[in-house]
Structure formats: structure tokens, C-alpha cells
């Protein structure tokens, strides 16, 4: 039963400790709407992970309740709730079949055999491994194991589909094609997926909300471009995307003054004499050989080029600007575009818009 | 470098397939040696011995019983129709094969128990305490066992005590007390190393997947602890079907077992090749058993 209107699964107040004092998660509040690609990013030991388990039954709350669809979890095990979890490791039975494998939660839930072999195969095709019914999983590649896990889990219609770093023993270019896989089977389903990681970009571009969790605590909730351009401190802007940090003092709404003295405009609320944080993103940056070139109504810095990384389809230029510190801009790797060399003297310019100011 | 069709020339290069394959060869050799103690060790006191064994099981007896290398013939083969020795095979059997399950089903439970210790150290000591018998010699225990289970002895007192049982010595229970005791240890220790490498992720999706704790031990770690089961099985069941000590000094004339009967051959029956006979024919039957009990294992895990 479960209660109409309920988000899919609620957290509330949630804190998971593993002895007296580690504190894996710390009064956790969220609410995971049905049907939503979420995504909990975080590095390593965040308790990303461990919030994932929770949900799952794999591991009980120390305080707090955990509901799915308005229903209280509690202490229910694992097998009694509408979950399924899809693992890092895949943990795939090695002594079955990959059609064992898809089947074993419908065997377990007494569904009987025919329509478990009509449920079966449809998941094999849903993740289109048909052909390989038989095979057993020390004989399958890394992404074919990925599709069993997957497909394993879907198979038994869950009311929310755990996902926990599914992708990370994938190289770079299975990756991106399992990203975009996943994100069209969720919308085929339609079920909610909760997706642990802790890679920003694959959070970026898959998830429909992204919650950002740094040691224990939820830091910031929302969608992918809020997160992105509206971080709501520190961490979360030098966690998600590439960052620049100046050191700045708040002047008055809208205006801040750097270490070396230089006045910028930039989006800030905080009261005059507040010592912030400037924080620049090196694409929205851009630079000129001198300031009579930078359109009207845009920030300008005179600085030194210190270093200079080729990337491929960019290049990341390191400028000094003295006093101020020094920050990266960003440049497609275009033809019409200046190579510029260690040691030139450039002006960089940036939008008031996309500057942040963050408050210590 | 550049990159051209040329080959290089001899002096250029340090390696070529010949000198390869005599390095390859230089290597294997290598490990040959290393293996040569042993392999002159177990042909010597091994093989040899137990071709003497299947030699004389064709010999013949002089009127005292005395075994003779002439007059080659298969009379000790034949004799193992006879109705004594299948009460024997099939008593030793039956113990044997109980023995293997009462080890496997208290093993088990001790073994899984060590395993999921969650801290290396406990686990360590356990499976040191494990090992302590092993610190006195066999025959010494199994006299120990002998006191516990007499008359007088401590056992015996307490099943007085609680009217549940008397003196066990020279009984069935005696053996099987003797054999679960002292084979114990050799179903222990190979469980615990298979059920210690189960990857506890997989029990941890199978109770995901709806499996109860009873369903998900049955459907996932029982199949996966399939090696340990096998080994420890049969390190065992073949000791326990060969047993001597054991049956003789706690089990008495009563149950005589074919370790027993197979010394009595050589010893008070003077028949060396029916004895010889007997052994050989265990030893083949063991031999095929075993394989064939290992590649289904095998195919299986």
C-alpha cells in the first residue's frame, strides 16, 4: 500500500553512525519526487553510499525515518521492501546463468515459471543482451555484466531503482554510451532512480535534481544548472565543475574589491565589508590583448599568461593577476582563436552575471 | 626511430625466437629441480611401496602363512566376494559417510561462524584454536578419549548422572565420538577458507532481490562454499573409511573396520596377499571415487 501524492521516498532526519563516533550520515532531509532521475554526488566517503544501503535495508538508520511512498521502512529487511538495488561490484551470482541471474528475484518472489520467462527475456531485451541467455558472468564483459546488474533489477518492477556508482568500472567511451542508455531506460520505465556517484558530469547530465553531499551532510539540492551556476558555498563549487577562487571584500550590493585592490562587479547580497570568495568558472572567462577590445559593461583584469595546457578540444591558460591571485580561462581550441605564450601580457574579461561571490 | 620495412640486422637486436625458446627451456628446467626432492622422496617411499602392496596381492602362501613371490595367482582377489569382507566395506562405509556429515553440518556452522568474524585478529585466534590439537600426537588423544569414555571416567559419570547414557567405550558411539573428534579440523579449515573468500556483496543482492536470510544461505552461500565442501568432504570421508587407531582402541573387537581388518591380514590371519589385494582394491575404488567427485565439483563451481 502505499499513500497517494507521497514522494517516493522520504528521509527525514536521518543519521547513520558506525560505532560512537563515525558519523556516516548526520540528520539527512530529503524527498525524492516519483519518477525523478536523482542523484546524490559526493567524493568518497561522503555517505553518498551509505544513504543508498539505507534506502535499500542493506544497513538500518541509527536515528530517523526512511519512507517509501509514505510508507515507514523501519527496520524492514531488505527482501520486504519495494526496492532494488543495482551494485558497484555488480555482484552478480557466478554459479547462474545470466537468465538465472535476471530471474532470481522473481523466483524468490514466487512468480510463476512462465511468466517469469516472459518477464526474463523481456528485461535481456530491454538492455539488449539478447543472444547471451545462457552465458554465464565470468564470460561477459565489463558493460555486459553492467546490463545484467541492470537488467536484474528492473526485472522485478521496483517502486525506486538504486544505483549505486553503476558505471565506474567502465572505461571513459562504454560510459558515456551506458549514461545515455540509462537515462532512456528510466524515461522507457518510468520509475524513480536514486544514482550514486561521484563523478559531477555524469550527475550533470543524467539526473533531473542533484543533491550534493559532503561528510555526512546534504550541502546543496537541486537541478543540475543550480548546482552548476548558483553553488551554494564553497565546496559544492569547487566539487561540481572546473573553478577559480579570488580572495574579494564586499564594497557595496553588487561590487567587491580584490586582494590587489582591482574593484569588480559581481552577484553578491552580503553587506558591505564581508570578506567573500570570487568564484569564476575558466569558460565564462575570455581574453584580449588590450581593454579597448572587451565589449562595455563587462568586468576587466590586467594579468601575466603563467602557464598554458593543451586539452584536446580547449586550452587552459593559467593568468597571474599579480596581487589578486591567478585563476584558469578556458579556450576552445578554434582556428580563429589566438594562441597566446607564457609570459604575455592579456586583459581578461568576465560578466558580472557569472561571477559568484561566495561568503566564508 | 623511424619506421621502415628493414629488418634490423643480427647485431642490432638482443633477442631472437631461438635464444627465447632456450631461455623458455632454461626456466622450466629451473623449476624441474626445484621439484626433484620431493619427487624422488614420494617415488621412493610412495609409489614403490604401494606397487610392492599391489605385487604381492598375487603372491602365494607357504603352509604357515608365510607370503611367497611364486606361484602367481589371483586367490586374494577373489577372496573379496566373500560375504565377511562386504559387512566390513559396507559397515566402514556407513561410518565413514556419517562421520563426513556430522563434521560437515558442525563444521559448517563453526566455520561460517570464524569467517564472518568482522576483526582479522579474531579470526586468527579462532582458527589457531582450531589447530591446538594438532600440538599432541593423535595416538596420546585418542587414549585421552579412552579414560573420558571408560567406567570411571568423566563421560561416563555424567551420563550416570543424568541417566541419558553408560559406559560408551568399545561401542559404535565410541568411534564415532573418536572419528568426529579427531577429523574435525580437516572439514574446518577448508570450509572457512572458501565461505572467508565469499564475496558477501552477492549474499547482500540476493537478499535484495527478495531471498530471505534461509533462502539467500541456501541459493547463495551454500553453492558458493561448494570447494570448501568437496575438500573438506573428502579429507574426511577417505581417512575416516581407512581409520585404524581410532576403531581399535576406542571401538574394540566388536566393530572391526577395514583399517583394521586389513592389519589383522598381515598381522595374527598371515595373509599377506588377500591383505594386499584388499588395500589395492580400496585404493582404486578411492582413486576413481574421488575424481569423479572432484570434476563435479568443479563443473558445478
Same mark, same amino acid.
Given at each position: 500500500m502505499s499513500i497517494d501524492g507521497a514522494p517516493a521516498v522520504g528521509?527525514?532526519?536521518?543519521?547513520?553512525?558506525?560505532?560512537?563516533? &563515525?558519523?556516516?550520515?548526520?540528520?539527512?532531509?530529503?524527498?525524492?519526487?516519483?519518477?525523478?532521475?536523482?542523484? +546524490?554526488?559526493?567524493?568518497?566517503?561522503?555517505?553518498?553510499?551509505?544513504?543508498?544501503?539505507?534506502?535499500?535495508?542493506?544497513?538500518? #538508520?541509527?536515528?530517523?525515518?526512511?519512507?517509501?511512498?509514505?510508507?515507514?521502512?523501519?527496520?524492514? #529487511?531488505?527482501?520486504?521492501?519495494?526496492?532494488?538495488?543495482?551494485?558497484?561490484?555488480?555482484?552478480?551470482?557466478?554459479? =547462474?546463468? &545470466?537468465?538465472?541471474?535476471?530471474?532470481?528475484?522473481?523466483? =524468490?518472489?514466487?512468480?510463476?515459471?512462465?511468466?517469469?520467462?516472459?518477464? &526474463?527475456?523481456?528485461?535481456?531485451?530491454?538492455?539488449?543482451?539478447?543472444?547471451?541467455?545462457?552465458?554465464? #558472468?565470468?564470460?561477459?564483459?565489463?558493460?555486459?555484466?553492467?546490463?545484467?546488474?541492470?537488467?536484474?533489477?528492473? &526485472?522485478?518492477?521496483?517502486?525506486?531503482?538504486?544505483?549505486?556508482? #553503476? +558505471?565506474?568500472?567502465?572505461?571513459?567511451?562504454?560510459?558515456?554510451? =551506458?549514461?545515455?542508455?540509462?537515462?532512456?531506460?528510466?524515461?522507457?520505465?518510468?520509475?524513480?532512480?536514486?544514482?550514486?556517484?561521484?563523478?559531477?558530469?555524469?550527475?550533470?547530465? =543524467?539526473?533531473?535534481?542533484?543533491?550534493v553531499m559532503s561528510e555526512g551532510k546534504l550541502v546543496q539540492v537541486g537541478v543540475s544548472e543550480d548546482i552548476y551556476e548558483s553553488p551554494s558555498n564553497l565546496f559544492v563549487a569547487s566539487f561540481v565543475g572546473d573553478m577559480s577562487f579570488l580572495p574579494a571584500e564586499v564594497v557595496e550590493p553588487g561590487s567587491v574589491r580584490l586582494a590587489g585592490g582591482e574593484l569588480v562587479r559581481a552577484k553578491t547580497n552580503s553587506s558591505p565589508g564581508t570578506s567573500v570568495t570570487l568564484a569564476l568558472r575558466p569558460e565564462k572567462l575570455h581574453l584580449f590583448a588590450d581593454a579597448s577590445q572587451v565589449p562595455p559593461d563587462r568586468n576587466t583584469l590586467n594579468g601575466t599568461v603563467a602557464r598554458r595546457t593543451f586539452y584536446g578540444e580547449s586550452l587552459f591558460y593559467e593568468v597571474d593577476v599579480g596581487a589578486s591571485g591567478s585563476f584558469d580561462v578556458r579556450v576552445e581550441n578554434l582556428p580563429v582563436m589566438r594562441r597566446w605564450e607564457v609570459g604575455d601580457k592579456v586583459v581578461v574579461d568576465f560578466h558580472p552575471d557569472s561571477t559568484t561571490a561566495l561568503a566564508e | 626511430m623511424t619506421l621502415t620495412d628493414e629488418r634490423p640486422s643480427s647485431e642490432e637486436v638482443a633477442v631472437n625466437p631461438r635464444l627465447e625458446r632456450a631461455a623458455r627451456r632454461r626456466e622450466s628446467w629451473r623449476g624441474f629441480l626445484h621439484a626433484v626432492p620431493a619427487y624422488v622422496y614420494l617415488i621412493l617411499f610412495f609409489v614403490l611401496p604401494l606397487m610392492i602392496v599391489f605385487v604381492f596381492s598375487f603372491a602365494s602362501r607357504s603352509r604357515t602363512g608365510r607370503p611367497e613371490l611364486e606361484n602367481w595367482n589371483v586367490d586374494g582377489w577373489t577372496r573379496l566376494t566373500d560375504d565377511l569382507v562386504s559387512t566390513i566395506v559396507t559397515r566402514s562405509l556407513v561410518v565413514a559417510t556419517l562421520n563426513t556429515v556430522l563434521c560437515l553440518i558442525i563444521g559448517y556452522q563453526f566455520a561460517y561462524w570464524i569467517a564472518t568474524r568482522r576483526k582479522q585478529s579474531t579470526r586468527t585466534i579462532l582458527l589457531i584454536l582450531v589447530l591446538i590439537p594438532f600440538w599432541s600426537n593423535f595416538l596420546v588423544r585418542t587414549y585421552a578419549w579412552r579414560m573420558l569414555l571408560d567406567s570411571d571416567g568423566y563421560i561416563t559419570q555424567l551420563g550416570e548422572l543424568t541417566g541419558l547414557w553408560g559406559r560408551m567405550l568399545f561401542t559404535l558411539p565410541a568411534v564415532f565420538i573418536g572419528l568426529l573428534y579427531g577429523y574435525l579440523p580437516f572439514m574446518v579449515l577448508p570450509l572457512y577458507a572458501a565461505i572467508e573468500r565469499i564475496d558477501w556483496s552477492l549474499v547482500e543482492a540476493g537478499r535484495d532481490l527478495y531471498a530471505s536470510g534461509t533462502k539467500a544461505f541456501m541459493k547463495i552461500t551454500l553453492p558458493l562454499s561448494k570447494p570448501g565442501i568437496i575438500a573438506g568432504s573428502i579429507l574426511v570421508f577417505i581417512p575416516s573409511l581407512g581409520a585404524y587407531v581410532t576403531p581399535d582402541i576406542l571401538g574394540g573387537a566388536k566393530t572391526t573396520l577395514l583399517g583394521n581388518f586389513i592389519v589383522t591380514q598381515f598381522g595374527a590371519a598371515r595373509n599377506w596377499p588377500f591383505g594386499s589385494a584388499l588395500s589395492s582394491a580400496i585404493l582404486i575404488v578411492m582413486l576413481a571415487a574421488t575424481i569423479v567427485y572432484f570434476r563435479s565439483g568443479a563443473r558445478t563451481v
Open positions: 528521509l527525514h532526519g536521518v543519521t547513520k553512525k558506525f560505532g560512537e563516533d &563515525v558519523v556516516a550520515v548526520d540528520d539527512m532531509e530529503l524527498e525524492i519526487r516519483d519518477g525523478e532521475f536523482f542523484s +546524490l554526488l559526493g567524493p568518497s566517503g561522503c555517505g553518498k553510499t551509505t544513504t543508498l544501503r539505507m534506502i535499500a535495508g542493506l544497513e538500518y #538508520p541509527t536515528d530517523g525515518s526512511i519512507r517509501i511512498f509514505g510508507e515507514e521502512m523501519g527496520l524492514r #529487511p531488505p527482501n520486504k521492501r519495494p526496492v532494488n538495488t543495482v551494485f558497484q561490484s555488480y555482484a552478480l551470482f557466478p554459479h =547462474m546463468n &545470466v537468465e538465472q541471474n535476471v530471474g532470481f528475484g522473481l523466483r =524468490m518472489q514466487g512468480v510463476d515459471r512462465s511468466t517469469e520467462r516472459q518477464r &526474463v527475456n523481456e528485461a535481456i531485451d530491454l538492455v539488449r543482451l539478447s543472444g547471451l541467455n545462457t552465458r554465464r #558472468p565470468g564470460a561477459l564483459s565489463g558493460g555486459q555484466q553492467q546490463r545484467v546488474a541492470l537488467a536484474r533489477a528492473l &526485472v522485478n518492477r521496483p517502486k525506486v531503482l538504486l544505483l549505486d556508482e #553503476p +558505471l565506474g568500472a567502465l572505461d571513459l567511451k562504454l560510459r558515456q554510451t =551506458m549514461q545515455l542508455e540509462l537515462k532512456d531506460i528510466q524515461a522507457d520505465v518510468g520509475i524513480t532512480f536514486i544514482y550514486v556517484t561521484h563523478d559531477q558530469e555524469e550527475a550533470l547530465t =543524467m539526473s533531473d535534481r542533484i543533491g | -
